[in-house]
């Protein structure tokens, strides 16, 4: 199932609205649909425990995400494991959905309690590697986690925050995200790295001003860059004048502006 929810197509949010009066935290399970709105988007990756009977480490998260969250508009929790009761969707669908959810979000949370004989957290390995750079990354990890000394050497390299406890790591993706920013449709595949820039603030309120309306974006590299970032952005965009669906390259590099 699509992480897209119907939005309205003409009601694109604008950049300096204010979110929602009263914050809240919509979690979405594996092959449910999103929120068709957010001000902030957190995903918590990491190993699922194949025991039934050990219990997750996500509840804990989201109980720590409930508790902390304090913006004004909806923060979506994003859990690669079914609700309660449910079933998981098969294999491929279930790799599409959380790619989908991972590259929408604007932190990437990871908690790996790695144990090597019930919980090797392999396929977290692959995905903090794909994420690991992307400016959205907070890892977490137990003091007593077992073979992590690779992952903690780059997070150090790459500026990521470091937290020992589910809670310290939720707090530390909440810092990164601060009030949010209201999104909705197309918006909410523009992370807030990139959202809160200059550059795309410059582009969007032109795009806005013209009629134009966002249907997806995709950041293709990001990299940090001095105080700033450099990145390069695919967007989706449906014309003010009805005109044909058009697909830009956006790329912002210190210095150079928006280049298309």
């Keep these: 199932m699509s992480l897209n929810s119907p939005v309205s197509p003409d009601s694109p949010m604008p950049l300096d609205s204010p979110a929602a009066a009263t914050g809240t935290v919509h979690v979405v399970h594996v092959d449910e649909e999103a929120p068709a709105s957010w001000a902030a988007a957190v995903y ?30 909806t923060l979506a929790v994003f859990l690669p494991e079914p609700a309660p009761g449910g079933s998981y969707p098969a294999y491929a669908d279930q790799i599409e959905w959380e790619e989908d959810a991972m590259r929408r979000s ?3 949370l990871f908690w790996i309690p790695r144990n090597m004989e019930r919980l090797p957290g392999l396929v977290s390995n692959i995905k903090w590697g794909a994420w690991c750079a992307s400016g959205r990354a907070v890892l977490g990890t137990p003091p007593e986690a077992e073979r992590m000394a690779y992952l903690l050497h780059f997070a150090e390299a790459l500026g990521v ?45 032109e795009r806005m001003g013209a009629g134009d309306r966002l249907l997806d974006a995709r950041v293709e590299w990001y990299a940090r860059e001095g105080d700033g970032a450099a990145w390069l ?20 590099a210190q210095g150079q502006g928006l280049l298309m």
Excluded at 47 to 70: F, G, I, K, M, N
């Design 161 to 205: 925050p470091v937290e020992r406890l589910i809670a310290g790591a939720a707090g530390a993706a909440l810092r990164a995200v601060g009030p949010g920013s209201p999104r909705t449709g197309g918006e909410r595949s523009v992370p807030l790295p990139v959202w809160r820039s200059e550059p795309f603030r410059g582009w969007y309120a």
């Design 106 to 108: 604007d932190v990437i």
């Design 233 to 252: 952005l695919t967007v989706t965009v449906a014309p003010g004048d009805g005109s044909a669906t058009a697909v830009h390259r956006l790329l912002s």
């Design 44 to 73: 918590l990756c990491g190993p699922t425990p194949a025991d039934p009977a050990e219990p997750s480490w996500r509840p804990e998260a989201v109980a720590a995400l409930r508790a902390t969250w304090q913006g004004a508009g």
